[in-house]
């Protein structure tokens, strides 16, 4: 599995962004985004099935953020509505290997995904 966020940059708070994962081998597997600030630990954001039947969000983006991929294209998304100045981070993607063909979502740890590749920044001002 390999994978690379992209789409990150600066916005005023209530802006958008949308995220995006790119990689291969990673179609079978539950994915999941993930967001650490400086100085604080790594934080779950939200995951996908597979086959995009389960998703689960953290509560801090619940109602904001929207997670979707596209297997056919190697691709995990995250649109990222209402931002907030708290959202502002190193956001990160990867995939959860225990979980083939999986239809729920088995954790929400960050020591359940990996391998982890190099995120994108996201930075809200207010």
């Known amino acids: 599995v390999q994978l690379q966020a992209s789409g990150g940059g600066l916005v005023q708070a209530g802006g958008s962004l949308r995220l995006s994962c790119a990689g291969s081998?990673?179609?079978?597997?539950?994915m999941g985004w993930f967001r650490q600030a400086p100085g604080k630990e790594r934080e779950f954001v939200a995951a996908?099935?597979?086959?995009?039947?389960?998703?689960r969000y953290g509560d801090p983006v619940k109602g904001r953020f929207t997670i979707s991929r596209d297997n056919a294209k190697n691709t995990v998304f995250l649109q990222m509505n209402s931002l907030e100045p708290e959202d502002t981070a190193v956001y990160y993607c990867?995939?959860?290997?225990?979980?083939?063909?999986?239809?729920?979502?088995?954790?929400?740890?960050?020591?359940?995904?990996?391998?982890w590749g190099q995120g994108t920044q996201v930075t809200v001002s207010s």
């Open positions: 990867a995939a959860d290997t225990r979980t083939r063909y999986t239809r729920f979502i088995a954790s929400a740890k960050w020591t359940d995904f990996g391998p």
């Open positions: 081998g990673f179609s079978i597997y539950t």
């Open positions: 996908i099935t597979y086959g995009s039947g389960g998703t």
